[in-house]
């Protein structure tokens, strides 16, 4: 399967586009296999000493990084790279991603997921369970592991777990065996021209399946049941009422007609999300036909990830919580409707033009007595509330001290931003990991 990779990358003029994680990931895949051939790399950084010692490689920076892409036969664009306001009609037709060279040249059994939100926990999930029934099993994509770094290590045998974002998915032209759209909501939008585009890019998951492939999608998400229309695959909707494929009666999840799983199950998956997000993993069990037993033990057992509503400890008789992946206000809602006795929520990141007008009235009807809120939304949200204690700080540290002095004892404060990271931190986890050093350290 490498073998024919390499020899569709060899001779090409080949560009990648974005230098961070996964273009490196790239470049050292080509590099090790096509060790003369010339690579072309692009990135909006003016320059990188990662390359010194490559006579082989033209790196391309700064401001001009994205002209001329017409001239190479194959883009290999990464995640990052937006192409909003860029005529791409020239060489739309030579874009590329790792996903997508991955579905073209390995013929493996693939499982994909995307969503706006719950993707990493269903993702992980299914891959846990997989594993834990001695299915040889890989968990790549947008979770955090390029495909390209482990590419050598994959089989025949191989069932792998793809976590897709949409910018994974904007220019894909292939679909996994099994694809699983958990939601769309209002998200990235300063990464596409539109929010249809945005919604577009997520569809692509499944546009391309065949007759025996799977799609297996959220009948509740308003967004997708205007989107989904007559797919090619097998298809299952997934509901948390009583009227899809996947669906619940009776306090018991059926899948075709047949109850699977008792609801009131022990498990550390809080909430009415993330028991959707267990409905489209049990979906995957029973189309695979795993062990239902093995499956709800691993489901029970299933940790959350990191700073996905993850508790971070009690200090003072106060209890903290790190949802700093909740970068939409649905994903803060749904936190607080989790955990029902947040008396501290601390908002505020990037603004990438979403609508706050929901999450305003949410928040003023609310029981919460202090929201702490940083830059930008947090401010501009801030001048909308009508809660007595509404607090605006310019850095995490004051947000942390602010919220142990007002925070009542017995009752919880919550990080759940409602906004991207972006711009004040690295990323989410930067954001959720100062958090938690912050929390440890001001209660000690």
């Known amino acids: 399967m490498i073998n024919d990779l390499v020899k569709y990358l060899k001779g090409k003029k080949i560009i990648i586009l974005g230098f961070g994680r996964e273009g490196k990931s790239t470049y050292k895949l080509i590099r090790k296999y096509l060790k003369e051939q010339t690579i072309y790399i692009a990135d909006q950084k003016e320059k990188t000493d990662f390359l010194e010692n490559d006579k ?26 937006s192409f909003v306001g860029i005529d791409t009609s020239k060489y739309i037709h030579k874009i590329k991603s790792q996903l997508e060279l991955l579905l073209e040249f390995f013929n493996v059994f693939t499982i994909g997921v995307t969503g706006t939100k719950g993707k990493s926990t269903t993702s992980s999930l299914i891959y846990t369970i997989l594993k834990e029934q001695n299915i ?12 390209f770094d482990y590419i050598d290590k994959i089989d025949e045998e191989t069932v792998l777990v793809l976590e897709m974002s949409s910018h994974q998915l904007e220019y894909m032209n292939l679909c ?18 539109s929010f249809e585009e945005y919604a577009q890019a997520k ?38 009422k009583e009227n899809g494929d996947i669906c619940i009666k009776n306090n018991y999840v059926y899948f075709k007609e047949k109850p699977i799983y008792n609801i009131k199950s022990p498990r550390k998956l809080l909430g009415e999300y993330n028991l959707n997000n267990i409905m489209f993993a049990l979906g995957v069990s029973q189309i695979l036909k795993l062990d239902l037993d093995k499956t709800i033990k691993s489901i029970q057992n299933f940790e959350p990830l990191h700073h996905r509503l993850e508790f971070v400890g009690k200090y003072n008789d106060i209890s903290y919580y790190d949802n700093s992946i909740g970068t939409i206000p649905m994903a803060t809602m749904e936190a607080v409707k989790v955990l029902k006795n947040v008396d501290t929520l601390i908002i505020g990141g990037m603004d990438r033009g979403l609508d706050y007008t929901e999450f305003i009235e949410f928040l003023n009807k609310s029981n919460i007595t202090n929201v702490i809120c940083m830059p930008k939304t947090g401010h501009d949200i801030a ?36 906004a991207a990271s972006y711009g004040f931190f690295k990323n989410f986890e930067e954001k959720g990991n100062i958090y938690q050093e912050l929390v440890r350290k001001t209660a000690n």
């Open 56 to 81: 082989n490689a033209v790196y391309i920076g700064g401001e001009v990084y994205l002209k001329n892409l017409e001239e190479y036969d194959l883009i290999i664009k990464t995640p990052g790279i």
């Open 176 to 193: 996994p065996n099994i694809a699983i759209l958990l939601n769309i909501y209002p998200e990235h939008l300063d990464h596409y021209a």
């Open 136 to 147: 040889k099993t890989m968990l790549l994509g947008n979770i955090g592991t390029p495909a």
């Open 203 to 240: 569809c692509n998951i499944f546009k391309n399946q065949k007759g025996a492939d799977y799609f297996i999608y959220n009948l509740d998400n308003e967004i997708l049941q205007k989107l989904v229309n007559s797919p090619k695959a097998k298809a299952y909707g997934v509901s948390l």
């Open 383 to 418: 001048r909308k509330l009508k809660k007595e204690k509404v607090y605006r700080v310019e850095t995490m540290e004051e947000a942390v001290k602010i919220a142990k002095k007002v925070t009542s004892k017995g009752k919880s404060c919550l990080l759940s931003p409602a």
